[in-house]
């Protein structure tokens, strides 16, 4: 079973500082997705990388796929107190192109003060 | 927008009790699975669906069986609910592979005492 290692696991930041997340594994995954999760909800989908070395920007939010696809970024610039939440990396299983199975890390909690 | 639901949103059952958690999509996806949430675990793939009639194991099955007969629902039970079960569980739907994403049902949260 392939392994999502993400860190840190806590990050707590004042408004407007910049932050990185990152997802790492020692495995190579076809894609990888990250979600924002709220207290009380499901985690929803940010973005989806399938390339290696692929950049998506979501207005602040900057995603890379590593060039090996073995790992993974997020950089929130000038984070607002709206960030708030549980950020979550999920890779799909090498071979898993038929089931759709997604291995997710253990998440990180963001929390940003005003 | 509730195009997944999930039935009841909590629960409270006691030791050695079924449960039976619901998951209902009004989306027509294929792909149906369930996870559950556990500090320092993250979401751990309980058992999943590639259509009717056609379930798999994940990571974590003991315990757990589920049931798909129809496209639009998909059952977890817990066949006698030990503490360890105790949890938030998601349901989530794919449209046909995973690089789409997923889209979570909000949780049921179930205490087993």
């Known amino acids: 079973t392939q392994l999502l290692e993400q860190s840190p696991q806590f990050l707590s930041i004042q408004e407007g500082e910049n932050l990185t997340v990152y997802c790492n594994s020692s495995s190579v995954f076809s894609s990888l997705q990250w979600y924002r999760q709220e207290p009380g909800e499901g985690p929803v989908l940010l973005v989806t990388v399938v390339t290696g070395g692929e950049v998506k920007k979501l207005k602040r939010l900057t995603f890379q796929f590593g060039d090996a696809r073995k790992d993974s970024s997020l950089h929130i610039t000038a984070a607002q107190p709206g960030d708030t939440g549980l950020y979550l990396c999920a890779g799909m299983e090498a071979g898993s192109s038929n089931t759709g199975k997604l291995i997710f890390g253990q998440g990180t909690t963001l929390q940003v003060k005003p | 927008d509730a195009g997944i639901t999930q039935s009841p949103r909590h629960k409270v059952t006691e030791t050695g009790t079924p449960v039976t958690l619901r998951c209902h999509q009004t989306e027509n996806h294929r792909y149906m699975y369930w996870y559950r949430q556990d500090p320092g675990h993250g979401l751990r793939l309980i058992h999943y669906?590639?259509?009717?009639?056609?379930?798999d194991k994940g990571e974590v099955s003991d315990g757990y069986s589920v049931s798909r007969s129809k496209t639009e629902d998909f059952l977890l039970t817990l066949e006698s609910a030990t503490s360890s079960q105790t949890s938030v569980y998601f349901c989530?739907?794919?449209?046909?592979?995973?690089?789409?994403?997923?889209?979570f049902g909000s949780g049921t949260r179930l205490t087993v005492v």
């Open positions: 989530a739907i794919s449209e046909t592979f995973a690089n789409y994403g997923y889209t």
């Open positions: 669906s590639y259509g009717v009639k056609d379930t």
